[in-house]
């Protein structure tokens, strides 16, 4: 029903920025709550940020940041092109994961199990 596709990983070295996108491929609703998601080797998948596409999403649209990214990661959207991206600043060696957008119609909060539809994830790797 929904495919998710994740790009724009790779190495960069501590301080740096990427940008990574989410194309959502297949009918994509405005009600749909997307989030950004990370796993790390032997952690535990964690939110780092979500979104809502409209009033019924994840807090009532409003961009949630997790603790450890806040103030260095932001969430957007494209409509036009059914893409969401994470820009992440200042990474530190501690932000090195796999990444994963996930999608969820209607209203949704930080865990993962709230999530529906997931991508693939794409590598991100900081260094020291």
């Known amino acids: 029903q929904l495919q998710l596709v994740e790009s724009g990983g790779g190495l960069v070295q501590a301080g740096g920025s990427l940008r990574l996108s989410c194309a959502a491929f297949?009918?994509?609703?405005?009600?749909?709550?997307v989030g950004w998601f990370r796993q790390a080797p032997g952690k535990e998948r964690e939110c780092v940020e979500a979104?809502?596409?409209?009033?019924?999403?994840?807090?009532?649209?409003?961009?949630h940041y997790t603790d450890s990214v806040k103030g260095r990661f932001t969430i957007s959207r494209d409509n036009a092109k059914n893409t969401v991206y994470l820009q992440m600043y200042s990474l530190k060696p501690e932000d090195t994961a796999v990444y994963y957008c996930?999608?969820?119609?209607?209203?949704?909060?930080?865990?993962?199990?709230?999530?529906?539809?997931w991508g693939q994830g794409t590598q991100v790797t900081v260094s020291s």
């Open positions: 996930a999608a969820v119609r209607g209203v949704a909060g930080t865990g993962s199990n709230e999530y529906d539809y």
């Open positions: 979104i809502g596409w409209s009033s019924v999403g994840w807090n009532n649209g409003n961009t």
């Open positions: 297949g009918r994509f609703f405005s009600s749909y709550s």
